[in-house]
């Protein structure tokens, strides 16, 4: 059975918050801008999202059996719309209606806006449901009428449907049967769907010139608001974007700036975006004044995956399922603040020697791949890693040698009898773990040298771990240079990493 929804949603601004650049002032003072954004985050429950004079109608037909029933369809759909504008200090007030018909899920909605606009506790004030008594002003074709209808003692839809069809064809057009005829449907509705664009890009005229490139915020976070409605209804999460600032032609400096900003997750709350971009707006310098900014999403990622996950469409419960990612929102704002070089992680490396077993990367990308490899894997995806897991198992490698720091260069010491000495004599602890390489291996060259040009071209280092009463666990390697292990006669020593 077909089923519409028909939403209304008025806003007010909370006390004390209405500043006049504020979204919800804005909002305020332009119903039709927030009728939009209502449309936008319709189209993450149903692709049959349509304007209609003050309403937004909704075809949920084909959405009922994923939601669980349109009870919960519309409870959810009422909770993301009040959350995402309580986030921008705007009070919601949300009125829906539902029916078999989408004029008749309008016609409801506009009854209870008439009696919420005359007051719950006033007389008579209470909802009626049946089609046959819904008023004559809730029928937009009706409407130019109303005068005439209410001479004839035409007052409720049922009025009408009784006078003789070919008689109010001839009096008031066939516009008003054709609704009619839609409204008890008999014939199907012709609505201009919406459709959001595969790629989000607005541009904002700011309301006066910008000096200061931290001053731009206040336009950013209005581009960001249409950009959450935006991934709300195309059920996906922001990888990156691209901000354009537009400067001055007058002036004699290139005419925009831009600035991309990328996260190492899918962001569909973009509360961490807009403070990644305030940090590096706070580090830009404008050469002239900006008067319009523009943003655009580069990369974006369904969240069909996380969805099907968590059984839920909202990106609430889906962070919930994969966890806050607190620390990869961290290393960004570090990053951004401080610069890519100055926030290094470690990565592990296939590699036996000790001084290429990990190296110092980036940060933010390196937690960027590490959030990529975690995202939930498709059911056979999944169970094809577990065959191939099971047919190799791979080999474990043995980490209890390995120290904690590493020196930059490893450092000679000197020798008591055939011991090493470091601040003091050293009790050994374990070992030896054998270490056989070519010497240019060992020298960190990647590049083997011509034949014949090294005399010594085998080592052999024996690790062990030896304890300081000053310098605690110290990893330490004997060196045997140019001899095989049954005729080596002398050891060279050296401190090579510290135990934490």
């Known amino acids: 059975m077909p089923c519409w ?8 601004t909370e006390p004390g918050q209405a500043v006049p650049q504020s979204a919800a002032a804005q909002w305020a003072q332009d119903p039709a801008a ?9 189209l993450g429950f149903t692709p049959r999202v349509a304007l209609v004079d003050e309403a937004v109608l909704m075809d949920v037909t084909g959405s009922l059996r994923l939601f669980g029933g349109l009870a919960r369809l519309a409870e959810r759909l009422e909770q993301q719309v009040r959350q995402f504008f309580e986030e921008n200090q705007a009070a919601a007030h949300i009125t829906h209606a539902q029916a078999a018909t989408s004029l008749i899920a309008l016609g409801r909605l506009r009854l209870r806006l008439c009696l919420r606009l005359a007051g719950q506790n006033s007389p008579g004030a209470h909802t009626k449901t049946r089609v046959a008594d819904l008023p004559m002003h809730t029928l937009s074709a009706a409407r130019p009428h109303l005068d005439v209808l209410e001479r004839i003692g035409c007052r409720t839809w049922d009025d009408l449907l009784r006078l003789p069809r070919d008689g109010v064809a001839r009096r008031f057009g ?4 054709q609704a009619l005829d839609r409204a008890r449907g008999r014939t199907p509705d012709d609505y201009e769907w919406q459709v959001l ?6 541009k904002l005229e700011l309301n006066a010139l910008v000096t200061h490139a931290p001053a731009l915020m206040a336009g950013v976070e209005r581009l960001l608001v249409h950009l959450h409605a935006w991934l709300l209804g195309r059920q996906s999460g922001l990888c990156a974007l691209k901000l354009t600032w537009h400067l001055d032609p007058r002036r ?8 991309d900003i990328r996260t190492a997750q899918p962001a569909q709350d973009l509360r ?3 403070r990644l971009i305030a940090e590096h707006l706070a580090q830009q310098k404008l050469p002239a004044p900006v008067h319009s900014l523009s943003l655009r999403s580069l990369v974006t990622e369904l969240l069909a995956d996380s969805a099907a996950a968590t059984r839920s469409l909202l990106m609430e419960a889906h962070r919930q399922h994969a966890g806050e990612g607190g620390a990869v929102e961290l290393i960004e704002r570090l990053s951004a603040r401080l610069g890519d070089a100055q926030v290094q992680a470690w990565q592990p490396g296939e590699d036996h020697r000790p001084e290429q077993m990990q190296r110092w990367v980036n940060a933010r990308l390196a937690m960027k791949s590490i959030a990529g490899s975690q995202r939930p894997l498709r059911a056979r995806g999944l169970k094809r890693l577990k065959n191939k897991a099971s047919e190799a198992p791979p080999a474990s490698r043995t980490e209890a040698l390995y120290p904690t720091w590493l020196l930059p260069e490893p450092l000679k010491l000197g020798t008591s009898g055939n011991s090493p000495v470091y601040q003091g004599k050293l009790t050994r602890l374990t070992g030896p773990q054998r270490l056989e390489a070519a010497e240019w291996l060992l020298a960190g060259s990647d590049t083997a040298p011509a034949a014949g040009m090294c005399e010594k071209p085998w080592t052999f280092r024996d690790y062990f771990i030896y304890r300081s009463q000053q310098g605690g666990l110290l990893w330490i390697y004997s060196e045997r240079l140019g001899a095989t292990p049954q005729g080596a006669s002398q050891r060279a020593w050296y401190l090579h990493g510290f135990f934490a």
Do not use: N, W, Y
């Open 34 to 42: 927030v009728q939009r954004l209502l449309a936008s985050m319709a």
């Open 174 to 177: 066939a516009e008003l049967l």
């Open 5 to 12: 929804i028909a939403l209304h949603i008025s806003i007010t």
């Open 272 to 274: 961490h975006v807009a």
């Open 252 to 259: 004699d400096v290139p005419p925009t700036g831009e600035l």
């Open 197 to 202: 664009p595969e790629h989000f890009e607005e």
